[in-house]
């Protein structure tokens, strides 16, 4: 048997999947966070980040086709691993959760799934920008300058997806869960590959802690900062007016006809 | 004092089962959990009924056969205690208790509370043990071993075997007893030649007897009657990935014949 398959069909090996994807996954939850908190700073920063990714196409779809292979993976080790889980158990307890164990740790496939059903969304939401689900309008009209050029206006994106209550709702919802993922994921994926002894387990365990605390005070700011009117406020206003000429009808409002 | 139990009971494994509840009689308060099963027993006995099947053997903590689940947590409300150890004086004078058979595909059940707990030999078998000629007794310091090595491998291998942690494991993953195991043998330098071998063959037939994966949850190390760590999940984690990575070996040369 080659290696690949000798790693899938052992549960072990399946679990050194999980956890080699799951921390694939980290990593680009932290680089993300850090792009996404550009936000704070004036429109131009973030805007010319967002360009500069757009700008590498094969940069970007590398790395699109790289985090595609390890959700995949994660996806697939995480709901085969629990299939096996479930029939090792045909008949279970009278009542009780399994003694000594975490919420965390128990509901794992369920906060991983929620977190998928987010993921979707907020692709549809902000990459896709499907101009049905963000309660604003159509996003791909959000145009601004840099350089002489124009380019897509992801802050404007941003101070406007964020002013509408249930898009914040559900961003909120899918952080609180992936903080209680990573709380326990993080920590176990040491376990998993075999870095753990009686010093360290602490100390991982304090890694976990504190990364997902800040993994979660990072995504949520971002909403809760715009929602709250703290960012863009002035911005959003100017740019809901555009937004709104660009899409009216153009007998209604003439400037949409200069627009395009 | 007096319990009322809510206890399982199943004529065998191809009658359904339902809980019964029984009325102990009167109790001493210093007598074991199985003591009291033994004085309910006979009671049923008496009254013409079928008595409740339960494992035990050793009764002082040592053999690993005493099983049951009692009220939701393996070997009762203690931590680092066995079932037989456990003793009335922990439950209050009318105290209602549920008490449960291990329950995993790997251990099918066999009647009332008492299950089939062959897998664990049979992973045992394939490499449990090291390949050796036993002889005459040797020097007992001619295989030095580093003192730490020494203290990990004895606090694995106090692993009696029971499989609690299967039954509390939300997976019923067999990996707490599994990895003590592959470790006591691993740590020392007379497991080092199948060190490998062995970690792989045991995993592979933890796998085959239908015992679930891991997910760090922790409620094996919470009721092992010998309070094995979750550490030695993580050693064994590491034997496994480099045995992997290394699959088998080849014979290169008839290496008896010289
Ligand atoms: C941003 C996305 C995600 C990140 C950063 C992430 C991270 C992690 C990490 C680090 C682990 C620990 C690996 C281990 O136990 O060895 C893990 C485990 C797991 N993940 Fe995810 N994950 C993500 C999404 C998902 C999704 C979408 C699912 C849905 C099926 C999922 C389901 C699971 C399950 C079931 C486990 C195993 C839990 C356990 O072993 O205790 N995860 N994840
Ligand atoms: S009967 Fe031997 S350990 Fe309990």
Redesign the pocket.
Known sequence: MNLCQRIWNSSLGK?YV??LT??A??A??VGHLVGNLQVFGPPELINTYAHFLKSKPALLWSARLGLLVM?TL??AS??T??AMNKAARPEPYAGKAAYGSTAQ?RY??VS??V??AF?LYHLAHFTVMLPGINGVGDFSKLTTTLEGHAVPDAYAMMVLGFQVWWVVLFYLVAQGL?FA??G???A??F???GFRDHTWWPRIQCFATLASIAIFVGYAAIPLGIFTRVVGVDYAEQKKFELRDATLMPEKAPAAKEAK | MKVFLKVWRQKNRNTPGTFKTYTSPELNENMSFLEMLDVVNEDLANNGEEPIAFDHDCREGICGTCSLVIDGKPHGPHRGVATCQTYMRSFKNGDEIVVEPFRAKAFPLIKDLVCDRKSFDRIQQVGGFITVRTGAAPDANSIPVPKENADLAMDAAQCIGCGACVAACKNASAMLFVAAKVSHLGLMPQGQPERYKRVKAMVTQMDEEGFGA????GSCEAVCPKEISLDFIARMNRDYAVALLKGDAKAATSGGAG
């Open positions: 679990k999980m956890a799951g921390a996954l980290f680009f939850v959700v994660h996806i995480a709901v691993l629990s740790s794992m496939l991983g799934l977190i998928l993921v992936l993922h990573l326990h994921g993080l176990s994926m376990q998993s590959l | 891991c997910t760090v949850t």
